[in-house]
């Protein structure tokens, strides 16, 4: 590794403990001049872990008896954490800096918390194609009886603690008495964790990651009491096309898809297409699949994921029966603005529904910022995906 890039970064984040986010942004970017110091500081080896939330939904963090080495109270810990995530969210907008591997890492941590009585367990799953962990939240409310699954897929670079936090789908899951499973991506698998969306052995049905991920979904269902016809997939970018693909694959397994940030079933077939498909939307003729209940949520500013992929994810999921549709407008409690397409059946069921939230980039639309890659104005996209799953509480 180039030692002047190393060097860079250990300033930038000397700079960043300081506040000084601009010089350090500007010190990545190559236009801020340091001046060397006498002696390196030396690599950072801390883990700073966010702590969950113990206020309400404001999102604020309080401090806890924790201490820091030099003997302070946490506040300023939890200030250098915020500082990090900032510059760090800012870095992923650069994308990745040539030369840079091998450099330690601050991992910024989030935790979900559970509530008394509830459980939020690892547990792994394996068959030919490989082996996966996953974690399972089990509600308090869980006690025997019949219910939902929701099987969550999160996106490049998260883990399911992260993708939990930042979805709040476990307190979700509590106010409503659900089951929800995080299956893990591997780093074996794929260096940056991402689900295999655009490779042809991961798109088939008993082939690869489908393979691992149904086998994960039967195995919960197995052990616990699962409602069949409760049964969805979910996921954000990467996780978003797999969950496609899941919905396409087995349709006998899960009764509706959700795809926040996402591609179609099908967009690629390896490296180059995929990423043609997230800069401009897969090309023409893509494999028709069985009909599925499909919600999509996409921001139309979105620098990652191109928002006509979620065009073609709905196109992609509609039947041959003929679809009513609806169109309105409206704005989140945080000031998002958003556009929602409805598509029903002659009986008046919700078939397809489709969210393009205005403004937003490539994040989970009224996420938490415990987690990462979301945006906490709004639209709820994970109260909105289980009102569509699961409709109202008491109608399953």
Aim: with cysteine; proline share 6%; glycine share 10%.
């Amino acid at each position: 590794m180039n030692p002047l890039k190393k060097f860079e970064m250990i300033e930038a984040t000397r700079l960043t403990r300081e506040g000084r986010l601009k010089e350090a942004m500007d010190l990545l970017r190559g236009k801020f001049e340091a001046t060397t110091p006498r002696s390196a500081p030396e690599y950072p080896t801390a883990t700073l872990r966010l702590l969950p939330s113990r206020t309400g939904s404001d999102g604020a963090r309080k401090s806890t008896s924790e201490r820091s080495v030099d003997g302070q109270t946490d506040r300023r810990t939890t200030q250098i954490t915020q500082s990090l995530g900032a510059l760090l969210d800012q870095m992923r907008q650069l994308g990745p800096a040539p030369g840079l591997e091998g450099l330690p890492r601050l991992v910024v941590r989030a935790q979900s918390p559970v509530p008394d009585g509830a459980r939020f367990e690892e547990r792994t799953y394996a068959n030919a194609a490989g082996s996966r962990t996953y974690k399972l939240f089990v509600p308090s409310g869980y006690v025997g009886q019949e219910v939902p699954l929701l099987v969550m897929l999160h996106g490049c670079k998260q883990s399911p603690d992260d993708f939990a936090a930042g979805t709040r789908m476990n307190q979700l899951a509590e106010e409503q008495t659900f089951l929800v499973a995080y299956p893990a991506q591997s780093t074996s698998a794929n260096a940056s964790k991402c689900w295999n969306w655009f490779k042809a052995r991961d798109q088939e049905r008993g082939q690869g990651e489908p393979s691992l991920v149904a086998g994960i979904t039967r195995q919960i269902m197995s052990d616990f009491k699962v409602k069949r016809t409760r049964v969805s997939i979910a996921g954000l970018s990467a996780g978003g096309a797999a969950a496609a693909i899941m919905g396409a694959a087995y349709p006998d397994l899960f009764e509706a898809v959700g795809v926040h940030s996402g591609l179609a079933c099908g967009a690629a077939t390896d490296m180059p297409s995929a990423f043609a498909a997230m800069r401009a939307g897969a090309r023409p003729g893509l494999p028709r699949r069985s009909a599925i209940r499909t919600i999509v949520f996409h921001g139309d500013r979105d620098p990652t994921v191109s928002s006509v992929n979620g065009d073609q994810v709905i196109a992609q999921s509609k039947s041959t029966a003929n679809l009513r549709i609806s169109v309105s407008q409206g704005q989140s409690p945080g000031g998002a603005r958003y556009s929602r397409t409805v598509h029903t059946n002659a009986s008046g069921d919700e078939v397809l529904e489709q969210w393009v939230v205005h403004g937003l980039g490539h994040a989970w639309s009224g996420g938490s910022p415990a987690g990462s890659y979301t945006d906490a104005r709004g639209p709820d996209a994970s109260r909105e995906m289980v009102r569509f799953f699961f409709g109202k509480p008491a109608g399953y």
